[in-house]
């Protein structure tokens, strides 16, 4: 299990517009394994797990360590990790779940596993909500000044140039 490849599919998926399968599929797109195993009933699964990773980056954003703990463990009960040895050719690395597992349950697993070592990892101060006035993006802030406010360099360079502008018309 690689636990930082889990934390960035945790981000991923709080992260997603799952209004639809395709929508999920691009989420998963790292993970074809995943992306091209999904049906409806893992959207409606995947659904719920979003959502618990949504409370527990806010918590997180709060500074709210209780409710951290508490949504995360919800998740861990709900979706606990079942790993598995396995072996595809030379390589051998562990999944999150046995292979016969539905996607979702897989996806599920390794999300809460993800935002656990996460916070084990990283702490609780370290992930934010992008600052930018329309995106609502979580990230994880592992720069070495902890000063990150944008999800991307997208967000940041769009934020910047409008406030440049603006001050230019005055």
């Known amino acids: 299990m690689d636990s930082a490849d889990y934390t960035e599919l ?4 709080a992260n997603a517009d799952l209004t639809g399968l395709d929508r999920l599929r691009a989420a998963l797109h790292d993970e074809p394994w995943w992306s091209q195993r999904v049906h409806e009933h893992d959207l409606e699964v995947l659904r ?3 959502t618990g990773l949504r409370a527990a980056f806010d918590a997180m954003i709060d500074g709210d360590a209780a409710r951290v ?3 995360t463990n919800a998740l861990l009960e709900r979706h606990p990790p079942r ?23 897989e996806v599920a697993a390794a999300a809460a596993w993800g935002l656990a ?14 600052q930018a006035a329309d995106c609502a993006t979580y990230y994880l802030d592992t720069s070495t000044n902890q000063a990150k406010r944008f999800c991307s360099a997208r967000c940041a360079n769009r934020v910047h140039v409008a406030a440049f502008r603006a001050r230019r018309k005055n």
């Open 69 to 71: 703990q508490a949504a």
């Open 48 to 50: 719920t797990v979003a």
């Open 10 to 13: 945790a981000l991923r998926l």
């Open 117 to 130: 070592q996460g916070v084990v990892q990283h702490g609780t101060g370290r992930w934010g909500r992008c």
């Open 83 to 105: 790993p598995r040895l396995s072996g595809h050719g030379p390589s051998w690395h562990v999944h999150v779940a046995g292979p016969d597992a539905p996607p979702a349950t």
